[in-house]
């Protein structure tokens, strides 16, 4: 049998559609997005809020976007590399990082609609489902959780964003079956474990362990931990203490950072006309200037 190459048709072409360009780059998933901003038609203008999470390799993002026709608009947002401000300044991609990034969210967003003091949340960070109940003025802060395309497996830190958030008030349809601590066998979270990794149980035990192990690997896997007397026995207060600084004002810090004094420039300024002009003017007086002593000297 002979080999036929299979050829595309100009039919083929014709009837192409181009996928949408974040597909093309692998960005969004549209099947997903399209269920997360539909809203009901006798809802209007409502705008539908989704709690958007986002990993890199050194920072975790949380914000709160609604979708309109011209754009998304952000509400909130936070950021782990704020952290710093409230007195984590080491670990800022872990599960109890992404925890405090979403308390964070969660609390600056309630500040900004003043109803921070209405829902408190959940203060003490027990490891256990909480679910934020409506009170008799106003209803809780509601939003959907928008993972993007990660993989949603149990205990991922994305579901660490998703309890900061719940914990500070917010109103997050979800279910316990992804946190940290949820057996597959018993079908039930382990609050106790859940709580070990919102506290930084789990770093603390691998320290140890790496410490007791690998002394020289430890001290410099863990060198921004000991440069800061961070500890196995004392991480847990480290966290406490940046969850309490957090619900004492959640508001975005100015930093401190001063400006350069003096831009580096690697090319040359752009002229104005009037500059450009001066320019001309000043290099036709030195060439005049040069031509009559040059016509002095032959006389």
């Known amino acids: 049998m002979v080999f036929v190459k299979a050829q595309k048709t100009k039919a083929y072409f014709k009837r192409f559609q181009v996928p949408y360009k974040r597909r093309r780059e692998g960005k969004t998933d549209y099947r997903a997005r399209i269920r997360l901003i539909n809203q009901d038609k006798n809802k209007y203008n409502t705008p ?92 809780p802060f509601r939003a959907l959780l928008d993972v993007g395309l990660i993989r949603t497996t149990t205990g991922n830190n994305v579901f660490g964003a998703l309890k900061g958030a719940l914990d500070a008030g917010l109103d997050i349809p979800h279910s316990d079956k992804r946190f940290a601590g949820f057996s597959k066998d018993s079908k039930q979270l382990d609050a106790e474990v859940h709580r070990k990794y919102i506290l930084g149980g789990h770093v603390a035990n691998y320290m140890r362990t790496m410490m007791e192990d690998e002394p020289e690997k430890y001290q410099s896997h863990f060198s921004e931990y000991i440069k800061r007397g961070i500890e196995p026995d ?26 350069p004094k003096e831009h580096k420039r690697f090319n040359l300024k752009k002229l104005t006309y009037e500059e450009r002009k001066a320019k001309l ?15 002095e000297d032959e006389d």
Request: glycine share 6%.
């Open 48 to 139: 539908k809020y989704r709690f958007v999470v986002r990993f890199s390799n050194k920072d975790i993002t949380a914000q709160i976007i609604s979708a309109t026709i011209s754009g998304d608009l952000v509400l909130a947002s936070a950021y782990s590399h704020e952290l710093p401000c409230f007195g984590l300044e080491v670990g800022l991609t872990n599960y109890a990082a992404a925890y405090c990034t979403g308390l964070l969210l969660g609390r600056r967003v309630l500040k900004m609609l003043e109803m921070d003091d209405e829902y408190q949340g959940n203060v003490e960070a027990t490891g256990e489902d909480f679910s934020v109940e409506p009170t008799d003025t106003r209803r």
């Open 234 to 259: 004392n991480i847990e207060a480290v966290y406490k203490k940046v969850h309490a600084a957090i619900r004492a004002d959640p508001t975005p810090k100015k930093s401190e950072k001063q400006p």
């Open 281 to 295: 003017i000043e290099r036709l007086h030195t060439l005049n200037a040069a031509a009559g002593v040059d016509s």
